[in-house]
């Protein structure tokens, strides 16, 4: 016959028993979020290729290569395979390449594959800023962190990056930059040094998406110093690893494209040239960041192109 002390083990045991995926209401909130997320941009799914969508996939012969071509997508021009971009606007970010080239080896060239993996990533995206807004509120504010991922789910302003498969770039890099920064924080938490190699390989695969990602080597130590009580030493510490995976990016960079100067750049890519002197040069600037915080807040109207007057 069991002893009382042996009851009771067994009795605190089970009622600490981990909740299971459904009674999980975290996971429930990640259902919700993956399901608004195809109610609002599962219409994309049947369109076809539009703009950058061409040479980044249906025209892009090193991408219809399948799985032949990516060993060649690993060490060239984001637009090599595209030949007439190859050498206007160099860059490095094989990763969206690769995962067209996987896609296209299993489905052949099928936009509506390619139009759902968008929007399954950008669910996963909302997903992440989910789970990570409610770590770094120490999970005392759940619908707070909520609420953030709903918006973001549900702004219009991301209607482009989901709706073009050209936008896989900016997807990816988003994707591995909220899971490099989420467990980084779970490391500051938990000291579990798997954490910090993930985080470091995930901001890695985030670079090798595109280079914007690059702002992380800032955002990395104001996410510590806002989010916790780490001192400056320790800031510096844990954020130094992310600026030595930025240098070995670059250095990976350099040694693909070498380090000359891009050699053409069209008005249409940055109508900052058309200025004449450094008045008109910030005029612009000034004039092109209102813009971007007045669609921020207020989304109308939109446009596809924003390079000509409407």
């Not at 209401?25 to 259902?31: D, E, G, Q, R, T």
């Not at 799914?45 to 799985?67: C, H, M, R």
């Not at 490095?92 to 996987?102: F, K, Q």
């Not at 910030?282 to 971007?292: P, S, V, Y």
């Amino acid at each position: 016959m069991a002893s009382k002390k042996t009851k009771q083990k067994q009795s605190t045991t089970a009622n600490t028993v981990t909740p299971g995926f459904w009674t999980n209401p975290l996971s429930k909130y990640a259902i919700l979020i993956v399901v608004l997320t195809f109610v609002v941009f599962g219409n994309s799914i049947k369109n076809g290729y539009s703009y950058d969508d061409k040479p980044f996939i249906a025209q892009n012969y090193l991408v219809k290569q399948g799985f032949k071509g990516i060993p060649t997508l690993l060490v060239t021009d984001f637009w090599a395979g595209y030949t007439s971009m190859s050498q206007a606007n160099p860059s490095y970010r094989p990763l969206p390449l690769v995962s067209l080239a996987i896609e296209h080896q299993i489905w052949g060239l099928s936009p509506g594959v390619n139009h759902f993996v968008n929007v399954l990533l950008y669910g996963f995206i909302c997903v992440l800023i989910f789970y990570l807004f409610n770590l770094l509120f120490k999970e005392r504010y759940p619908k707070l962190a909520l609420l953030i991922a709903l918006l973001f789910c549900v702004h219009p302003i991301h209607t482009e990056v989901v709706a073009n498969v050209k936008g896989r770039d900016d997807l990816f890099a988003l994707f591995n930059g909220l899971m490099a920064l989420y467990l980084l924080m779970r490391y500051v938490a938990e000291q579990k040094r798997k954490q910090m190699g993930g985080a470091l390989l995930f901001y890695l695969l985030a670079l090798l998406s595109k280079e914007h990602i690059i702002t992380w080597v800032g955002i990395v130590p104001l996410t510590l110093y806002f989010f916790s009580s780490l001192p400056w030493k320790k800031i510096v510490a844990y954020a130094s690893p992310f600026w030595g995976v930025s240098v070995l990016y670059f250095i990976l960079r350099s040694s693909i494209l070498g380090t000359g100067i891009v050699q053409r750049t069209d008005y249409i890519d940055n109508p900052i040239l058309s200025a004449t002197n450094a008045a008109d040069m910030w005029a612009t600037k000034i004039a092109m960041l209102g813009m971007f915080i007045k669609k921020l807040l207020l989304p109308y109207p939109l446009s596809s192109d924003y390079s000509y007057q409407a």
